[in-house]
């Protein structure tokens, strides 16, 4: 593994200390950071206003992205690009660049595998191995906003819905937000970023405290503590009425509006009555919940909820005035769900 430094893991201050470290002048910093996080350069050499001979002592000290592209697939419509890419210590990760409705969203990892181990999800099965830097996670954004770049396009919303539990590895998660937020770069709008987590209250607590009105979805799952003990073991941890009162707490602070995702499946927790408790739970909450029936994964029995059945429960929830969508399997075809890209290829080569 590469021992130069990975430039995307420096905040600017940082930059700025180690530039002036190498006996640099001040302005330097923000000429790098520029050329980092506006015009995307892939390498130093394209650096043009700095020297030849500086160009060439910090590709000896550093890197611009820790990331080496290992397998690309794209959904039929060609909306969905899903990509299976190399750290530098040969981990994988996957992340996701969606197309729609004039958008584009790009779906980060957080970490690589998972410690919670939700059942239903490929990433959960496959164990944690560690947790991403900042900079890994930042130059997952880029890696994207430079193939945007050559169509003219750019990247205009991030979630952190990849592998990974983003607030088991919080300290890293905001540095990459706050990195790519900067006003001096990239200046992604805090309200373009959705941060997804099981559940992780202390983390949630903390992030209301940040003052950045970044977007919070919760994978809920189950609207009572007996049956999401199962689906999301950490309830056992954090059981609902701390999650739910912390999720209360983030609304009033940010005036955001939350998200929970609630995968259905068949028999397990889509039956009338559970919609009629989850309307009970969320009622009065500035909240938005998305059905999404479960994605297959191998080695796992879960089946997708049945449509008729979506439409009931979609029914129960619009009685408890709870605003409501479900996301259709986008990019079921290029196995866009959580960590199944990475799944197969480690069943192959393993
Ligand atoms: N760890 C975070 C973020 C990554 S998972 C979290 O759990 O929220 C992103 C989303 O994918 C979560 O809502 C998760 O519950 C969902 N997910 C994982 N596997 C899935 C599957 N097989 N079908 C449908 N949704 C799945
Ligand atoms: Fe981890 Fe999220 Fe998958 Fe659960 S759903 S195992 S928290 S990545």
């Known amino acids: 593994m590469s021992d130069r430094l990975l430039l995307t893991d420096l905040s600017f201050e940082e930059l700025q200390s180690w530039l002036d470290r190498l006996g640099e002048p001040p302005f330097r910093a923000q000429q790098v950071f520029s050329w980092i996080y506006s015009a995307l350069v892939p390498e130093f050499g394209a650096m043009t206003n700095l020297s030849v001979s500086l160009r060439h002592r910090l590709s000896e000290a550093a890197v611009l992205s820790s990331l080496s592209p290992l397998e690309q697939v794209t959904s039929a419509d060609g909306l969905t690009t899903k990509e299976l890419l190399q750290l530098r210590d040969d981990e994988t990760i996957e992340s996701v660049l969606m197309r729609y409705e004039g958008r584009q969203t790009t779906c980060l990892s957080s970490q690589v595998g998972c410690a919670v181990g939700c059942p239903f999800c490929a990433t959960g099965q496959s164990g944690f191995k560690r947790n991403l830097t900042s900079g890994e996670i930042v130059d997952q954004v880029l890696h994207f906003a430079r193939q945007l770049q050559e169509a003219g396009s750019t990247i205009t919303n991030v979630v952190l819905m990849g592998m990974g539990e983003p607030l088991a590895n919080y300290d890293a998660t905001w540095k990459a937000v706050r990195t790519l937020n900067n006003a001096r770069g990239f200046r992604l709008g805090a309200r373009r970023f959705t941060i997804s987590t099981v559940g992780i209250v202390p983390g949630i607590r903390k992030m209301a405290e940040e003052g950045l009105e970044v977007g919070l979805a919760v994978s809920l799952h189950a609207p009572n503590d007996a049956l999401r003990d199962q689906l999301v073991p950490v309830n056992r941890r954090y059981p609902l009425s701390e999650l739910i009162s912390a999720c209360r707490d983030y609304t009033s602070k940010t005036s955001r509006r939350l998200t929970f995702e609630y995968a259905l499946i068949q028999g397990v927790n889509d039956g009338l009555q559970l919609a009629h408790e989850l309307g009970t739970l969320l009622h009065g909450m500035l909240c ?63």
Do not use: K, W
């Open 288 to 350: 938005h919940v998305n059905l999404i029936p479960v994605n297959r994964t191998p080695g796992c029995d879960y089946r997708p909820a049945s449509r008729d059945t979506i439409m009931a429960f979609r029914r129960e929830l619009n009685n408890y005035g709870i605003a409501n969508t479900v996301r259709l399997g986008r990019g079921v075809d290029i196995q866009a769900g959580c960590g199944q890209l990475r799944s197969r290829r480690l069943a192959q080569v393993g």
